[in-house]
């Protein structure tokens, strides 16, 4: 099964991809993820990525496509992965088109997490609190000023990513404002249908 959920950041992607790992027993490619770990290692993408991702804006399609196309040509990804946080960009898209196409393979379904923004920034003070709450590090960008960046990001390059999948027909609609495990439940029913019409 191979997989793309999209949507805002706070919109819930990480947690709806966390427990799809466990159903499918498939990995989670989050770019954001590998770029703060590259951060992290100080390694040459972590280096230039460093800044822009402080300031709440997109890393270059160049930088994360690389990263992917390393990625998903790993062996724990053969059977299948879900891509959340990628991608983000049309440019990106394409590319991850092109990858696919190369190796003859499919993608299943793309789901959309729709929320209201409005409620975004909240969610995002919670989830920085929670994290501190567990002792575990809160994200730089997710103080609420850079949020409003990275919000304004996915407004202006990102959004288009879902009515591109639209298109072709590959696109699910979620309700992302429901509760977690009825965010779930929706994603589930969307894959069972893929399966019947398989
Ligand atoms: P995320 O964890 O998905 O919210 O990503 C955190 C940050 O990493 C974003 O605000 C961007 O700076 C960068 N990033 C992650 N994925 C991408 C991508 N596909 N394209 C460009 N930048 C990305």
Known sequence: MRLILVGPPGAGKGTQATRLVEKYKIPQLSTGDMLRAAVAAQTPVGL??????????LVSDEIVVGIIHDRIAEDDAQNGFILDGFPRTIAQAEALDEMLKADNLKLDAVLELRVDQTKLVDRIVKRAED?????QPVRKDDDPEVFKQRLDAYNRDTAVVAPFYQKIGLLSVIDGMQSIDDVSASIESVLEGLDEKV
């Open 48 to 57: 230039k990525a460093k800044e822009v991702m402080d300031a709440g804006g």
């Open 131 to 135: 994290a501190k709450a567990a002792g």
